[in-house]
């Protein structure tokens, strides 16, 4: 899919994005040695690994730019990115938070394809229970 992302950043604030082990793994072996592990996730209240939001923002977001630092290596929901899974719904919907949520998914199919994705990490990587 090509990259409709106009960088303004607001995916990056206030993140509540869960990581998974292997998005802590990646992360970590990527970054350089003067930054650890606790620099960058914590565990919220349901236990689960969170990237860390830094004066409001992901740690990882460079201000100037609104560009990713670690675009490369992301964690996994942010590669699914608008497309987030809403609990209370019990389905996928996209992120109201991006401005341009109607240029990812144009075909249907694609945007089905995306939503089992994102089901599968939740429920394999992140041990989430979907439906």
């Known amino acids: 899919m ?3 992302c106009e960088n303004c950043g607001k995916c990056c604030l206030e993140t509540e994005m869960i990581l998974s082990s292997e ?3 990646l992360i970590n072996k990527n970054l350089n040695d003067n930054i650890g592990e606790g620099d960058f996730v914590f565990k919220n209240n349901n236990k689960h690994f969170q ?6 923002h992901c740690k990882f977001l460079d201000l100037f730019s ?3 630092k670690i675009y490369e ?4 929901g942010c590669r699914f990115y608008p497309l987030i ?5 019990k389905k996928c919907i996209p992120d109201e938070d991006c401005p341009r949520t109607n ?3 144009i075909n249907i199919q694609d945007l089905k394809n995306a939503c089992q994705n994102l089901k599968i990490f939740l429920e394999k990587q992140l041990n989430m229970k979907i439906n």
């Open 66 to 68: 609104k560009k990713c």
């Open 23 to 25: 998005d802590i793994e």
């Open 73 to 76: 290596f992301r964690p996994q």
């Open 85 to 89: 899974y809403d609990i209370n719904k």
């Open 2 to 4: 090509k990259n409709k």
């Open 103 to 105: 240029l990812f998914y």
């Open 51 to 56: 990237l860390k939001n830094i004066e409001g």
